[in-house]
DNA sequence: GTCTATAGAGTGATAGAC
DNA sequence: GTCTATCACTCTATAGAC
């Protein structure tokens, strides 16, 4: 048994090449070339570009899941969780860069199963954060707000990080956690405050 | 003179279908369809694909510039510059969502001189937000941070904004823009204080 | 300013030998 | 499991008539 099979060697090769390149504008043949065989070798492997495609991404929203689910282990206390959860997606995000790049642009190359698998998989995600929000807002430990846009807020503020982040650059990968960290813990608990002070906003108060 | 020109025509339905499908995947034969000519004319309009992606690109960093500069003006106070500068980001994104999403997914189908060109666009807006921050942090009205990092987690977090907002959804610009203001003004003004009492923080500082 | 026609290259995918 | 050869198609872009 080889080291690393051929299978996993297209997967990296092609996980490169979609976050260069985009997965619209980078080719089977360069795949093959860049996994040193030719490209009809490749459909040995995987059936078709978009079979490729969709088990990148699918691979990485269930490691993904997996590993915020290990990060909110037996931990109770609300912000505690909050930060556990924030410090586990910057890490995730930063240390697997390119895979999480591609999991966040390149949803339109899938066909219409394969995206619904992969969002149903988001909203899962989305949805633990939702929840620590929600439940943060009813004890009183954040200050009132939308679940779903914090929610959204806090996630693509971290997911962010993950296309400027240089691993050998001036900050380290629990640097920058810590960073987003305090920054969303402490925009959660003062948020709106001043202006609704002990209220929940309702939706329909808009402003002139 | 007709109401609007081919070219203008050509411009929208290249921003729909490069928001929808993405530059890559979007045909110039699809481009000139939906303006109602031949592919073969829409060259007359634009010398390349590649020039009608720049075309769309540097008009709306262009904008984008001139709208944070308009909401700035004859503003002094540190709090009220950021909440205007971050009202105006999110108001500009939400109005023109498909041009700000083509401006932040798709620099890669540029040629390297324009790629160039819209990046010192988009570096001279980014510098705004900093000098911002770095302004309320040395005044003491913001807490200790690191600038860029605090300048690219703001503005990524409002450009997201765009990628979810629904203009007939159940919230208004306006009501997105003050959730957005009051998230961060909170986040800055106390991000890290627990942590690093009044002390800036030493990029060295990593954490175990 | 728009058209028809086409050049020239590259695409994803398949057939079948080894 | 990898190869060569090729299919059928699409792509961007150009030539030249009207």
Redesign the pocket.
């Known amino acids: 048994m080889p080291v690393v099979s051929?299978k996993d060697t297209i997967r990296q090769a092609a996980i490169d090449l979609f976050y260069r390149k985009g997965y619209f504008a980078a080719?089977?043949?360069?795949i093959a070339a860049a996994s040193g065989?030719?490209?009809?070798?490749l459909?040995?492997?995987y059936?078709?570009?978009?079979a490729l495609l969709f088990a990148i991404l699918k691979e990485t929203m269930d490691d993904l899941m997996a590993h915020l689910e290990s990060c909110l282990e037996g931990i109770g206390d609300i912000e505690a969780r909050m930060r556990a959860a924030v410090r586990g997606h910057v890490q995730f995000h930063l240390r697997r860069q390119k895979e999480n790049f591609i999991a966040n642009s390149e949803l339109r190359g899938l066909n219409a199963a394969h995206y619904r698998e992969i969002v149903r998989r988001r909203d899962a995600y989305e949805r633990v954060f939702q929840e620590i929000i929600g439940a943060g807002r009813r004890q009183g430990v954040f200050a009132p707000g939308d679940d779903k846009i914090l929610s959204y807020a806090i996630l693509t503020l971290c997911t962010a990080g993950a296309s400027w982040f240089k691993p050998d650059g001036r900050l380290t990968v629990d640097e920058i956690a810590e960073i987003y960290e305090n920054f969303i813990i402490s925009g959660l608990k003062r948020a709106e405050r001043e202006t609704e002070p002990g209220a929940d906003v309702p939706a329909s108060a808009a402003r002139a």
């Open positions: 051929m080719s089977i043949s360069e065989i030719r490209k009809a070798s459909y040995h492997h059936e078709s570009k978009e």
